[in-house]
């Protein structure tokens, strides 16, 4: 059964620093994995989403790789903001029924 | 673009009353249609999806049931809430791996 898991759940760092927050799952038979952003109280936002063929993605500031073989993704987030505070979310699909596994996030505060 | 429409934002309801939450899909047809549960400093947990009219999928067994009686609407129900359905709800919908997620609806139950 495939698990998810993100380390570490909170995080808080100053502004203008350069910050990565990890991904692992322990089926590296993926058909894609997605990294997700939520603010307090509201729905998710997806960032980025890397199939199973790409080493990674980039968007921004933002740039999410993957290493299917080690069952590892990072979130690499440069120049961090206060706007960026908020939870990032990370999920993994097994198969073409297009489900997603979870996982329970990592919790991110930039202090200005 | 899609957009996932979802009321009510926020919902108190006691125990043993029934609840409806629902969901509508903008800028697609036939998405797949998920409703997912979200306990506070956890991931999700998804309950129900649809790939169609009529066709829900359970994941988890529970006191809630989904329905879909139109292409873009998605529909999560319960007879008689319990204390334990009190969360965070969250809407999704997509036509591939991309989910587009709704702004979510957080149910009190007391």
């Not at chain 1, 120049?79 to 979870?102: E, F, H, K, R």
């Not at chain 2, 400093?41 to 009219?53: D, E, K, W």
Request: aromatic share 10%.
């Amino acid at each position: 059964k495939q698990e998810v898991t993100q380390i570490p759940a909170a995080l808080s760092v100053p502004e203008g620093e350069n910050l990565v927050l990890n991904c692992s799952f322990t089926d590296s038979a993926i058909y894609n994995l997605q990294w997700f952003r939520q603010d307090p109280g509201k729905g998710l936002t997806s960032l980025l989403l890397i199939q199973s063929s790409q080493r990674e993605q980039t968007s921004g500031r933002l740039n999410a790789s993957l290493d299917k073989s080690s069952g590892r993704s990072t979130l690499y987030i440069a120049a961090s903001q206060p706007g960026d505070s908020a939870t990032y979310l990370c999920a993994v699909s097994m198969d073409s029924n297009y489900q997603l596994i979870w996982g329970a996030g990592t919790k991110l505060i930039i202090k200005p | 673009s899609q957009t996932i429409h979802q009321w009510p934002a926020t919902l108190v309801q006691p125990v043993g009353s029934p609840l409806s939450l629902e969901c509508t899909v903008e800028g697609t047809s036939n998405p797949n249609l998920y409703w997912y549960r979200q306990a506070a400093g956890r991931g999700l947990q998804l309950l129900f999806y649809s790939v169609g009219i009529g066709q829900i999928s359970s994941e988890v067994p529970q006191n809630l049931s989904a329905s879909r009686p139109q292409d873009r609407q998605f529909i999560l129900s319960s007879k008689k809430l319990l204390l334990s359905d009190s969360g965070f709800y969250l809407c999704a919908g997509g036509r591939t791996y991309e989910q587009y997620f709704g702004p979510g609806t957080r149910l009190t139950v007391t």
